[in-house]
């Protein structure tokens, strides 16, 4: 007769499915003594996830290019309880990662997560046969090329600790048409690279999942469409279809912040790979 496999082989006992197996205790912070590296955090989506983070117990790595405003919000955290440190990093250069992980490692002694928010788009974007090519290299270096440096040099420290979790940002306009074709490609390819870095890291005890926002009210999409903004009628009208259908198509960058939290935390155990559109349904119907 054939050898049967033990039942545990295909049906883990709890103990050894995560370290996360714990009951969830509602009195405790959910990212308790966490250290948690934020990139862009003086943006909008970032600089409110520094903040809920830092509320849920996280000790914070913030890195960004704008070094006054990056020490006014440590600062303004560190008033309010927070350990915080923050280091001017440059996201499209492989050394400065490096260096910045190396210093949070310094201080913190570990990495438990990773939130890649920096990035962006240009208003420069266009289709495939109109877009000028220089915007090629700065869109995929920041919004590509920076996710994949973040996580190559902060995935190391979490597979030696046998545990840790990556969260990326892409868009709701990877997942739909969209004319910006350039921020399209890049946004697409992050997607892709979080599934093959969960493929590839869950044997570590990595979870990597990936959020697709739709319209946030950061300053920079406000001066771009809010109250005051130059758009032509033609665009103002298109704008008010579009809300119409999806009514819940924008947020603030607090409604990104607590999808990052709930993906950072034990209570999204069992996912990796994921595609989270957080973006009113515009990339569903």
Not at 68 to 74: D, W
Not at 75 to 89: I, Q, V
């Amino acid at each position: 007769m054939p050898r049967r496999m033990p039942m545990s082989a295909i049906w883990p006992p709890a103990s050894v499915c995560s370290d996360a197996t714990r009951k969830l205790d509602a009195a405790m912070p959910r990212l308790d003594r966490q250290v948690a590296m934020i990139t862009g955090a003086v943006g909008g989506i970032g600089s409110a996830s520094a903040e809920l983070f830092a509320q849920e117990g996280a000790r914070l790595v913030l890195l960004d290019v704008a070094r006054e405003a990056g020490e006014r919000l440590a600062a303004r955290l560190r008033a309010a309880g927070a350990d915080c440190l923050f280091l001017k990093t440059d996201v499209t250069d492989d050394a400065s990662i490096k260096d910045a992980v190396e210093a949070a490692l310094g201080h913190f002694g570990k990495i438990d997560v990773l939130f890649n928010v920096a990035g962006g788009s240009a208003t420069t974007d266009a289709p495939a046969d109109k877009v000028d090519l220089e915007l090629w290299d700065k869109t995929i270096d920041l919004d590509l090329k920076g996710t994949f440096l973040c996580c190559r040099h902060a995935v190391k420290p979490m597979i030696a600790a046998g545990r840790g979790v990556i969260v990326n940002t892409s868009s709701w306009a990877a997942l739909r048409h969209f004319q910006k074709h350039v921020y399209v490609a890049a946004k697409g390819g992050v997607i892709s690279l979080t599934r093959s870095l969960a493929g590839e890291y869950a044997k570590h005890g990595v979870r990597v999942n990936v959020i697709c926002p739709g319209g946030v009210r950061s300053e920079r999409n406000q001066a771009r469409f809010g109250p005051g903004a130059s758009m032509d009628e033609a665009r103002l009208e298109a704008r008010r279809r579009m809300l119409e259908t999806y009514p819940y198509f924008v947020g603030d960058p607090i409604d990104i912040a607590n999808v990052a939290l709930f993906l950072a935390s034990d209570e999204s155990r069992m996912i990796t790979g994921a595609t989270i559109p957080a973006d009113g349904g515009r990339s569903c119907y």
